[in-house]
């Protein structure tokens, strides 16, 4: 049989790149960049190759799997589902609605089929929701509806016609974008400089990111907020900006003066780690560049001050006059136009909190920091049944290292997952979706966040197995399952029948029609679905433009550049550091602060089974800076241990000067030893799970999205195993 090449794009990454999947017969023979994909234009990175071997990969599930004893057998769909249904609903009938917990993991944002894990969100009826989303996201998602009244709102940094690209906590050389999905980031940033604008990279490590830019400023971990406050004095003290270069109108712009007047950067350079003099020269400079733009991503957000820094990020960009407008942050104008209809969605802040009354809701749900102890703790409300969909929570969320217990204690646990994962190997249930390159979609939710407007689609690569479920599918079978309906029997079929009918592709196929660009507003012109099924690099739809005002939700239809709640927050961090009782002062012995990283052939833990990509050099290992080393008697390759008040883990040293002193980075998603784990290949790697280091108490103080940057901890060599 000959080789036969599809155009798709990989979905392991927010970045989306174009790729040609060359078969021949029932293998993968060669994965490479589509040169005609409108967005990547021919890039991809090393992960993009991996999708075949994860296809091929002989540890993915192909068929539901029940739990007999310590092992798993396989089990029938119809029989699966009907287990699972009955199970479910003796719980809620037993204990309540909140009897039953839900978790969604990143890759449920990478497919079309995350609305229908939300459909079964709001089937279930429980207050116990949580997403990865409160491990990445919430921060910016919580500045954007205070700021703008739609959490959807999340500014684009219009990279490619900006002359000054400032990056905070960000390394989209290796990520390629996150809220800012920028494929070939590498040569976008080099593109900044060569028309002969300035890159600045803000990071406590030298990142790869760093070293394509004209300038690295080693902030110190947690410094990021009073680098930021004293970046906006000088903007205010000296005039460099005033209400009349907004762009759109706002409100609060006398309360920001007031609270930035006494921020001097010689009173906040010790705290961000920055000297004061070039505070001063970087916000002159950001003043005077043509346009400029603040990104900034993951390393902001996982702070307890994440909301207030992405809120200071936004209000710089707003008070230079670069919020809205082209070089400055933007709002894509994607296909289908969900942010429109965001801002009428209640967030329900505060609406509920956990059993202890710690956490607020936001969006309704639930911060993922108080999973691990709604499961334990006794009492009315304890989470008793759970279902994960594509998720890893157990290595990508602090909990103390008790979410292993947690999870076995449960009465019934259902996953939706490709793989017996360190999370999944608890369940009583897994529903193994298709894989990726089985399925046939339209990319919704990154057009959202594009830096250029565009509609691309992904073709099969193979025709899914007879017995093959994909994950909306699974989703469907299971809101009809576990909702609370009247005449089950009779509703629940017609649901199926309803399920089966609108599939993602054909709710995709009415919402391009109908939306901005679509052939109902644009008549014979307009954009289908058909349309980006025949362009084999998917359809470009312009460079971004200015459209907030007719976005945004707040009540006076304005920006509201001081919210009174931030205010609040911003002077008390400003009192705490007059006081000396900042955030970056080390005590009770813990000397060092971790911060985390990761590896271009890595996406949390998704790929460490793909032999491709882990090949090579241990990756899970401590960063240390070489003085850092000498002064603990510490050499380059040792096993060393990393203890901080919440537990303690061993990994190698890696002994490098792009880390400045007083800092450590360890990436997360690693640590696949653990008994009943089937991934044979991931479980014989080394490594370790970073995020038994971090306290699950210490969160965003907003939005309570888990604080994994910045944990004290000492390092010391380990002691070997008698």
């Known amino acids: 049989?000959?080789?036969?090449?599809?155009?798709?794009?990989?979905?392991?990454?927010?970045?989306?790149?174009?790729?040609?999947?060359?078969?021949?017969?029932?293998?993968?023979?060669?994965?490479?960049?589509?040169?005609?994909?409108?967005?990547?234009?021919?890039?991809?990175?090393?992960?993009?190759?991996?999708?075949?071997?994860?296809?091929?990969?002989?540890?993915?599930?192909?068929?539901?799997?029940?739990?007999?004893?310590?092992?798993?057998?396989?089990?029938?769909?119809?029989?699966?589902?009907?287990?699972?249904?009955?199970?479910?609903?003796?719980?809620?009938?037993?204990?309540?609605?909140?009897?039953?917990?839900?978790?969604?993991?990143?890759?449920?944002?990478?497919?079309?089929?995350?609305?229908?894990?939300?459909?079964?969100?709001?089937?279930?009826?429980?207050?116990?929701?949580?997403?990865?989303?409160?491990?990445?996201?919430?921060?910016?998602?919580?500045?954007?509806?205070?700021?703008?009244?739609?959490?959807?709102?999340?500014?684009?940094?219009?990279?490619?016609?900006?002359?000054?690209?400032?990056?905070?906590?960000?390394?989209?050389?290796?990520?390629?974008?996150?809220?800012?999905?920028?494929?070939?980031?590498?040569?976008?940033?080099?593109?900044?400089?060569?028309?002969?604008?300035?890159?600045?990279?803000?990071?406590?490590?030298?990142?790869?990111?760093?070293?394509?830019?004209?300038?690295?400023?080693?902030?110190?971990?947690?410094?990021?907020?009073?680098?930021?406050?004293?970046?906006?004095?000088?903007?205010?003290?000296?005039?460099?900006?005033?209400?009349?270069?907004?762009?759109?109108?706002?409100?609060?712009?006398?309360?920001?003066?007031?609270?930035?007047?006494?921020?001097?950067?010689?009173?906040?350079?010790?705290?961000?780690?920055?000297?004061?003099?070039?505070i001063r020269r970087f916000a002159r400079e950001h003043?005077?560049?043509?346009?400029?733009?603040?990104?900034?991503?993951?390393?902001?957000?996982?702070?307890?001050?994440?909301?207030?820094?992405?809120?200071?990020?936004?209000?710089?960009?707003?008070?230079?006059?670069?919020?809205?407008?082209?070089?400055?942050?933007?709002?894509?104008?994607?296909?289908?136009?969900?942010?429109?209809?965001?801002?009428?969605?209640?967030?329900?802040?505060?609406?509920?909190?956990?059993?202890?009354?710690?956490?607020?809701?936001?969006?309704?749900?639930?911060?993922?920091?108080?999973?691990?102890?709604?499961?334990?703790?006794?009492?009315?409300?304890?989470?008793?049944?759970?279902?994960?969909?594509?998720?890893?929570?157990?290595?990508?969320?602090?909990?103390?290292?008790?979410?292993?217990?947690?999870?076995?204690?449960?009465?019934?646990?259902?996953?939706?997952?490709?793989?017996?994962?360190?999370?999944?190997?608890?369940a009583d249930i897994i529903l193994p979706p298709i894989s990726p390159l089985e399925r046939e979609e339209v990319d919704v939710l990154f057009s959202m966040f594009s830096v250029r407007n565009n509609l691309r689609y992904d073709a099969r690569v193979f025709e899914p197995p007879a017995d093959g479920l994909e994950d909306w599918q699974i989703l469907a079978r299971l809101t009809t399952e576990v909702a609370i309906l009247p005449a089950r029997r009779f509703t629940a079929r017609v649901l199926n029948r309803l399920f089966r009918w609108a599939s993602p592709m054909r709710v995709a196929t009415l919402g391009v029609a109908t939306g901005p660009y679509g052939v109902l507003r644009r008549g014979g012109k307009g954009l289908t679905v058909a349309k980006a099924r025949a362009a084999a690099g998917g359809i470009d739809l312009g460079p971004l433009r200015p459209r907030l005002r007719s976005l945004i939700g707040t009540k006076r239809r304005k920006v509201r550049l001081m919210p009174e709640d931030f205010a609040t927050a911003a002077r008390a961090v400003l009192d705490d550091a007059r006081r000396g009782r900042a955030i970056t002062t080390p005590s009770d012995g813990y000397d060092l602060k971790l911060i985390g990283r990761r590896h271009l052939r890595s996406n949390n833990s998704w790929l460490h089974n793909v032999p491709a990509m882990v090949k090579g050099r241990d990756r899970c290992t401590a960063l240390m800076h070489p003085a850092d080393a000498a002064e603990r008697g510490l050499t380059d390759g040792a096993p060393v241990t990393v203890t901080s008040r919440t537990g303690s883990i061993v990994v190698s040293l890696e002994v490098d000067d792009d880390i400045r002193r007083g800092t450590i980075a360890i990436p997360h998603g690693w640590g696949h030893r653990e008994p009943g784990v089937g991934w044979s290949i991931a479980a014989s790697l080394p490594g370790a799970n970073v995020n038994l280091l971090h306290d699950p108490s210490l969160t965003d103080t907003f939005s309570g999205a888990a604080a994994v940057n910045n944990t004290w901890v000492t390092v010391a060599r380990a002691t070997p195993c008698p």
């Open 287 to 426: 003043a005077a560049a043509p346009s400029a733009v603040l990104y900034a991503r993951v390393g902001v957000s996982q702070q307890v001050n994440g909301t207030l820094t992405h809120w200071l990020v936004n209000t710089i960009n707003a008070v230079t006059g670069n919020l809205d407008r082209p070089g400055g942050q933007m709002f894509a104008t994607p296909p289908i136009d969900a942010a429109r209809f965001a801002k009428y969605l209640p967030m329900g802040y505060g609406a509920w909190t956990d059993r202890t009354g710690t956490y607020k809701s936001f969006r309704t749900e639930l911060p993922v920091a108080a999973l691990a102890e709604d499961i334990l703790a006794e009492g009315a409300g304890r989470i008793r049944a759970m279902i994960t969909y594509a998720g890893n929570p157990v290595l990508s969320t602090p909990q103390r290292g008790r979410l292993d217990a947690a999870l076995e204690s449960l009465d019934f646990y259902v996953a939706v997952d490709m793989y017996i994962t360190e999370t999944t190997r608890h």
């Open 1 to 278: 049989m000959g080789a036969t090449t599809i155009a798709r794009q990989c979905t392991l990454c927010e970045a989306h790149c174009g790729i040609l999947v060359t078969v021949e017969g029932d293998r993968v023979t060669r994965i490479e960049g589509n040169p005609d994909d409108v967005l990547s234009g021919g890039y991809i990175c090393p992960k993009a190759t991996a999708m075949g071997g994860l296809h091929h990969d002989p540890d993915r599930l192909r068929t539901p799997v029940r739990r007999v004893g310590d092992s798993f057998e396989p089990i029938g769909w119809d029989e699966a589902f009907t287990e699972i249904g009955r199970r479910l609903r003796k719980v809620r009938r037993a204990h309540g609605r909140s009897a039953i917990g839900m978790y969604l993991g990143n890759p449920a944002a990478h497919s079309s089929s995350a609305m229908y894990g939300l459909l079964l969100r709001v089937a279930l009826l429980t207050r116990n929701f949580f997403t990865a989303s409160s491990i990445d996201q919430f921060p910016q998602e919580f500045v954007a509806w205070r700021m703008f009244g739609n959490n959807v709102l999340m500014p684009i940094a219009d990279i490619d016609r900006t002359d000054r690209l400032v990056i905070l906590g960000a390394n989209p050389a290796v990520s390629n974008g996150s809220i800012t999905t920028m494929p070939n980031a590498k040569q976008r940033i080099r593109n900044v400089r060569r028309r002969g604008g300035k890159v600045v990279v803000i990071d406590p490590r030298r990142t790869e990111t760093a070293r394509l830019a004209d300038e690295h400023i080693a902030v110190a971990p947690g410094g990021d907020v009073y680098l930021l406050l004293a970046v906006l004095h000088v903007l205010v003290t000296e005039n460099l900006c005033d209400e009349t270069v907004l762009r759109v109108p706002s409100t609060g712009w006398e309360r920001l003066r007031e609270l930035v007047a006494d921020a001097t950067p010689e009173q906040l350079a010790p705290h961000a780690g920055v000297a004061a003099d070039d």
